[in-house]
C-alpha cells in the first residue's frame, strides 16, 4: 500500500510574548495502513489519534516549537509510544512551552525518515523561528511547511525569535527550489504550490511581509 497524506484541523490557541490568539492549525499524518508519523500536535490529541487510527505512529515531527504546533506533543508521545523530533535550535521556543519536559529526539538539516515505504526529507528553514523546519516528500510531490511559508507568502516574523530576512532565505534557496508543481501543505489555511508562490517572492521582500 503506498503511502499517503491525511489531515486534520484543530482549534484553540497561540501565544507568544504576553498576547493569546484564536487559530486553527492543520494537523498532517503521513503513512500507509500500518505505519505514519504525524506532523505537530497543535491541540486535541484525540482528533490526531482518530486520523491515526490502528496505525503505529513512528514518531511525532515538529516543524517548530510554538504552543499552538507542539503543545499536546508531550500527551501524544504518551498515547503512542513515538518520539517527538524537534531541531535543537528551537529547544529555546519548546522550553517556554514545556519547561519540564525535552523531546525525544533531534531534527538535522538533510536527515531522512522513512515511514511506509516512503522517504521523507528534512529541511531546515528558519526565520519563522530558529529552528523551523519543512519536510520534502519527493515520492509524493509534496512538502510540509509548517509557518514558514503560507498560501500568500512567508510566515510571521514580528515576534520573539524570528527574524524576516532569514525566513526569505529559507524560502528562497529551499523552498523555491523545489520542483513547481511541489504540493505546500501549510501549518494554517489553504495548501499552495511551489510555482503558486515563486513569482511574488520580490513583492513579499518589497512589503516587508
Known sequence: MAARVDQTVTSGT????????????????????????????????????????DRRVTAILATHAHDDHVRVAPELSRATGAPVLLHPADRVVWDLVHPDTA??????????????????RVLHTPGHSPGACSFHVPELGTVFTGDTLFCGGP???????????TIVASIRDRLLTLPAETVVRTGH??????????????EWIARGH
Open 155 to 165: 510566515g510571521a516574523t514580528g515576534r520573539s525569535f524570528s527574524d524576516f530576512g
Open 103 to 120: 523531546p525525544d529526539g533531534e531534527l538535522a538539516d538533510g536527515q531522512e525518515i522513512t515511514v511506509g515505504g516512503t522517504t521523507l
Open 14 to 53: 497561540f501565544s507568544l510574548d504576553g498576547q493569546t490568539f484564536d487559530v486553527d492549525n492543520n494537523v498532517w499524518v503521513l503513512g500507509d495502513d500500518h505505519e505514519c508519523v504525524v506532523i505537530d500536535a497543535p491541540h486535541d490529541v484525540a482528533a490526531i489519534l482518530a486520523v491515526v487510527g
Open 189 to 202: 489555511g489553504d495548501s499552495t504550490t511551489i510555482g503558486a508562490e515563486a513569482p511574488h517572492l520580490a
